[in-house]
């Protein structure tokens, strides 16, 4: 089955200690992205990654770093949680990133940054 | 300030009833327009996409519209059922190559029995 898979769903941590949300396609995509969604704002976007190696600034980089080592995996790195970090975070990959190709989400992963 | 905007917030409608949600934006150029339905707990799922050409689009019992001139969306769902409960989330483009997207805050539907 074709899927986004995000790891973990939940987690509960503290200010500071690092921590790193896993994410993996098996589609063979060339283009992934990382999102943050909270309540009125909308998804708003982290990083993204046109291929292997490749990685740019999405609108709120900041506090966050990933990388592309491999196509089907895209880690989202944590450095020093903030409480401002808590948020719903989604992981999306497609063909090759053009607009007119629909984006495939994860199913989320909840942090809690205490 | 966000370059989509989306209207209501959130609306509950009864069962077997019609709805329509709004997406207004000033994003431009514009390239196209996307509608993803987001069940909770889960991510985003995309129900269709509007190029500046098209004037309307229907999935099933949703039915999208577009007029690029006063720059507005609609998303019209036919004889709601429970399962159409969910965030509908309205995302634009500016361009083909367009890697960051400019998303709407969505609109949550609560269908009820």
């Known amino acids: 089955e074709a899927q986004v898979t995000q790891n973990p769903r939940y987690l509960i941590t503290v200010t500071g200690k690092k921590l790193t949300v896993t994410c993996s396609q098996n589609?063979?995509?060339?283009?992934m992205s990382w999102y943050r969604q909270d309540p009125g704002l909308g998804l708003r976007q982290i990083y993204y990654?046109?291929?292997?190696?490749?990685?740019d600034k999405g609108d709120v980089p900041e506090g966050y770093k990933v990388s592309r080592k491999e196509k089907r995996n895209f880690p989202l790195i944590l450095e020093s949680p903030s409480p401002n970090q808590t948020s719903l975070y989604f992981c999306?990959?497609?063909?090759?990133?053009?607009?007119?190709?629909?984006?495939?989400f994860g199913d989320g992963t909840r942090l809690s940054i205490l | 300030k966000n370059q989509v905007e989306q209207s209501p917030q959130s609306l509950i409608i009864l069962e077997g009833k019609n709805c329509t949600l709004q997406?207004?934006?000033?994003?431009?150029?514009?390239?196209?327009l996307r509608w993803y339905k987001q069940d909770t707990g889960r991510g985003p799922v995309s129900l269709t996409i509007?190029?500046?050409?098209?004037n309307t689009k229907s999935n099933g019992r949703y039915t999208a519209t577009l007029d690029a001139d006063t720059k507005q969306s609609s998303l019209h769902i036919t004889a709601s059922q429970l399962s159409d409960s969910a965030s509908y989330i309205c995302?634009?483009?500016?361009?083909?190559?367009?890697?960051?997207?400019?998303f709407g805050a969505g609109t949550t539907v609560t269908v009820r029995a």
């Open positions: 999306a990959s497609s063909p090759t990133g053009q607009s007119n190709q629909p984006q495939h």
């Open positions: 589609m063979n995509h060339e283009y």
């Open positions: 990654s046109m291929n292997v190696e490749v990685t």
């Open positions: 997406c207004n934006y000033t994003v431009s150029p514009f390239s196209n």
């Open positions: 509007m190029t500046f050409s098209e």
């Open positions: 995302v634009v483009s500016r361009t083909l190559n367009d890697y960051k997207l400019s």
